[in-house]
């Protein structure tokens, strides 16, 4: 399992049993109750030494139990070494991936604008750049590409260490802006839907290698921070029929294979869905969707290794999920927009069992482990600040 502490407990609590591989010694799933065996790898840099640890690992589970067992992976790094190393891994490993013209369009979102249109999907207009700054209507910024995303200068710079993308009220704004003339090789600009993120859906599946849909369940998100633009921080499962019968059409006419989450973003004035991305991998909703009864990994291992497809698509709504720190920025955005009260924020966490981004009852030393590396981060900064008010008292 190439993924973080969601997904490992999304494997866990559907009584599947996980390895739990990562460059990081640290990596808090490595402690995870549900983490049966660890492997560390080598830095995602030299993605031909990662590849050669997965297959010897892959040849020993093989061995050991007598057939190939399922690859789980949940970022867009992860999902390109399998796609460029699939030759290697396959005999070792039961994965489904979409056929090479799809699995590029949707690792490449400059390449996927072109990708949807051809198949009639329903994005955002694209603004070139050239006439960008002639555009009157608000307009998103995002990465073409989100490999190695976290280290990169858009996400640094750009927007500030947080979020998907940026806004800007219009393209005279974006296009003045130096960073975004600087970046503007590496961007993607569009038409900014109009709505909050209470108009932010995605929908989630799988489908087997001839793009038929085995299971599926409809995602809402409550809350992101930053907002409009930024990480998941409040998310409830729903029933929206609409939604799901648009994201099982774009399904079919992309069509998808594997597993995957469409985002797409109900415009607020007229009603209309669109398709802001889809992504070909497991991601931190399957850990609140095992919860409420419809589990996607357990899907794919019941698929890939018996060939079992899941009865009538139930799930329920009970659960909620929360990443608690993120949310309450979100919280103090929405508040400094007179958007939220403090009471309003304390009462939707109360509406519903919640299940955390990080802490679990059932699985406290993953938290434990991070609470001890986020104290070890704050120490410097901590020693500094002594440092300075020493320095200024004497």
């Known amino acids: 399992m190439l993924g973080g502490l969601n997904l490992v407990r999304a494997v866990g609590v559907s009584a599947i049993p996980a390895v739990v591989a990562s460059p990081r010694h640290d990596?808090?799933?490595?402690?995870?109750?549900?983490?049966?065996?660890t492997l560390v790898l080598p830095p995602l840099d030299d993605p031909a030494a990662v590849t050669d640890v997965l297959v010897r690992a892959g040849r020993r589970l093989r061995d050991s139990v007598g057939c190939k067992l399922p690859l789980y992976y949940g970022d867009d790094d992860y999902l390109a070494l399998i796609q460029s190393n699939y030759e290697a891994l396959a005999p070792y490993f039961g994965v489904i991936l979409n056929e090479p013209e799809v699995a590029h369009a949707l690792i490449d979102k400059d390449r996927f604008e072109g990708f949807a249109r051809s198949r009639g999907l329903p994005v955002p207009r694209a603004i070139a750049w050239e006439e960008l700054e002639g555009w009157a209507g608000p307009v998103l910024a995002k990465p073409k590409?989100?490999?190695?995303?976290?280290?990169?200068?858009?996400?640094?710079?750009?927007?500030?260490g947080a979020g998907k993308a940026r806004a800007f009220p219009n393209g005279a704004a974006a296009a003045a802006m130096p960073l975004v003339r600087q970046l503007r090789d590496k961007l993607l600009f569009q038409e900014y839907v109009q709505?909050?993120?209470?108009?932010?859906?995605?929908?989630?599946?799988?489908?087997?290698?001839?793009?038929?849909?085995?299971?599926?369940?409809?995602?809402?998100?409550?809350?992101?921070?930053?907002?409009?633009?930024?990480?998941?921080?409040?998310?409830?499962?729903?029933?929206?029929?609409?939604?799901?019968?648009?994201?099982?059409?774009?399904?079919?006419?992309?069509?998808?294979?594997?597993?995957?989450?469409?985002?797409?973003?109900?415009?607020?004035?007229?009603?209309?869905?669109?398709?802001?991305?889809?992504?070909?991998?497991?991601?931190?909703?399957?850990?609140?969707?095992?919860?409420?009864?419809?589990?996607?990994?357990?899907?794919?291992?019941?698929?890939?290794l018996q060939g079992k497809r899941p009865g009538p698509i139930s799930y329920r709504t009970r659960y909620r999920w929360v990443a608690m720190r993120g949310d309450f920025r979100a919280?103090?955005?929405?508040?400094?927009?007179?958007?939220?009260?403090?009471?309003?924020?304390?009462?939707?966490?109360?509406?519903?069992?919640?299940?955390?981004?990080?802490?679990?009852?059932?699985?406290?030393?993953?938290?434990?482990?991070?609470?001890?590396?986020?104290?070890?981060m704050r120490l410097p900064r901590l020693g500094a600040r002594m440092l300075r008010w020493l320095y200024s008292a004497s």
């Open 195 to 304: 709505g909050d993120d209470r108009q932010l859906w995605s929908f989630h599946g799988y489908a087997d290698e001839k793009g038929e849909l085995l299971a599926w369940f409809v995602g809402h998100k409550l809350r992101t921070h930053p907002a409009l633009t930024g990480a998941s921080t409040f998310l409830e499962l729903a029933h929206n029929e609409d939604c799901a019968r648009v994201g099982r059409q774009i399904a079919a006419r992309i069509p998808v294979r594997g597993v995957f989450k469409m985002d797409l973003k109900r415009d607020a004035a007229s009603g209309a869905w669109y398709l802001l991305e889809v992504n070909a991998r497991s991601n931190l909703w399957h850990y609140l969707g095992a919860r409420n009864g419809i589990s996607l990994p357990r899907v794919t291992y019941d698929y890939l």
């Open 145 to 160: 590409v989100k490999l190695r995303y976290h280290s990169s200068a858009i996400y640094q710079r750009l927007f500030g």
């Open 331 to 376: 919280y103090r955005e929405l508040r400094q927009r007179r958007e939220l009260s403090a009471a309003g924020w304390l009462r939707s966490l109360c509406e519903a069992p919640l299940v955390h981004d990080v802490f679990a009852w059932t699985d406290p030393a993953p938290f434990a482990r991070y609470s001890l590396q986020q104290g070890m």
């Open 27 to 37: 990596w808090p799933a490595f402690v995870s109750r549900f983490a049966h065996g």
